[in-house]
């Protein structure tokens, strides 16, 4: 009998865990090949600290081909080009590769059309990417010789809230590390109708302890509100105010990539994935769609659009719940494991330099039963530790593990 043939675009966070979660689910008896635009595994929550120097390319990555090759899975590091759901095939940039079951990891890229002036071709920095993060960090270089007013925050749209918050408070500590806190103003601005929203609708005191953080660092928050342009020195809000900066980091909305965009069948308008509970498109039982690439639907409407968080955590979820499906599939059994987005534990440890905030909730969108924010210097420290545990655990291949 032939062994059926997997195939995973993508290799961070979920396609890594799904390749070798339906490796193991099915004891090797499958034939497991992994096709990605990039060949090194990226730890993306550790970007933070990149335009710092507190970490390096080789501190937070690692090639992809020994990990997968120690567990007897293919790996292609190369770019698809062209899905064909119909002929069951992926076109890349190396060749056709044939599936029998499809695994699309693909992640996303930024949105840089939506404000002008974010990214490379634009005078404020983004930190969504590796060049991103060292372009950030050129430019942070620049600011501590010739200091001036600093903006961090996030377009109408987006929704990794959670690095925002992160690289404010970290600039604040290396300010003032630096002796700049007196001589740098620092503002905060995003599209979250209050503070502590993250995209994921607030966590009781959220809002309170962020004011107090900000507070204590003496930055100026303006959120509610987008950003209608972006110049070399000014930012314009479209609440009509506008900010001087010498140094800004604004986060942009994500889309798909464009190779799954060109798939209407199964794409949004955003180029993500429609996907059922158990991780299927909604068209094909043999076409999956995990983590970033997945689709999620926005449970409420905000004045000043605000997309939800797609992280490390429930990337890795959804990954195994697909990788149970497919292998329940070969078996000749139906696809049962799902679980839905918006029910998956919020698990998140949010740094702020020397300090940083623990977070927990039963449900990572509401209505939840519990929800908590523990701040502390403890949280720094666990955050490296989890840095550290997630790279070890991903680059050895042990994906079953918490």
């Not at 992640?107 to 490379?120: F, H, N, Q, Y």
């Not at 919020?346 to 519990?370: E, Q, S, T």
């Amino acid at each position: 009998m032939t062994r059926a043939r997997v195939l995973v675009l993508g290799g961070n966070f979920a396609g890594l865990t799904a390749a070798l979660a339906v490796q193991h689910e099915l004891d090797g008896d499958v034939d497991v090949h992994v096709v990605s635009a990039s060949d090194h595994f990226l730890f993306t929550p550790s970007l933070i600290w990149l335009p710092f120097g507190k970490r390096r390319a080789e501190d937070i990555t690692f090639p992809l081909a020994p990990t997968f090759a120690a567990h007897d899975i293919e790996f292609t590091h190369a770019a698809a080009t062209r899905i064909d759901l119909d002929g069951r095939k992926v076109e890349t940039t190396a060749g056709v590769v044939d599936y029998d079951y499809l695994v699309i990891a693909t992640g996303s890229r930024p949105d840089l059309t939506t404000v002008a002036g974010i990214g490379e071709d634009g005078p404020a920095h983004h930190i969504s990417t590796l060049d991103a993060a060292t372009r950030a960090g050129v430019g942070w270089r620049a600011l501590v010789k010739n200091p001036g007013p600093v903006v961090i925050g996030a377009a109408q749209g987006a929704s990794c809230f959670g690095a925002s918050y992160e690289y404010l408070f970290n600039v604040a500590h290396q300010l003032k590390r630096a002796g700049l806190d007196d001589r740098v103003t620092l503002t905060y601005v995003s599209p979250e109708p209050f503070l502590g929203h993250f995209g994921i609708g607030g966590l009781p005191h959220g809002e309170t302890l962020l004011r107090t953080f900000m507070k204590r660092a003496h930055i100026e928050h303006v959120v509610d509100t987008g950003i209608s342009e972006i110049g070399d020195s000014r930012i314009s809000l479209t609440n009509g105010r506008r900010l001087e900066y010498r140094y800004a980091m604004v986060m942009p909305p994500f889309l798909g990539q464009q190779v799954i965009a060109d798939v209407p069948e199964i794409a949004d308008d955003t180029g993500c994935v429609r996907v059922r509970e158990t991780y299927q498109t909604k068209t094909r039982d043999e076409v999956y769609a995990v983590g970033v690439a997945a689709a999620v639907d926005v449970p409420w409407t905000s004045a000043v659009p605000v997309g939800i968080p797609k992280t490390g955590f429930p990337s890795e979820q959804q990954a195994r719940a697909a990788a149970r499906n497919i292998a329940a599939q070969v078996r000749g059994d139906a696809p049962e494991a799902h679980t839905a987005f918006g029910e998956m534990p919020a698990v998140c440890i949010m740094d702020a330099g020397n300090n940083g905030v623990l977070i927990l909730a039963d449900r990572m969108l509401p209505p939840r039963k519990h929800g908590v924010m523990v701040p502390g210097p403890q949280s720094h420290g666990l955050r490296v530790a989890f840095e550290k545990y997630s790279l070890w655990k991903a680059q050895h291949g042990y994906v079953n593990l918490p």
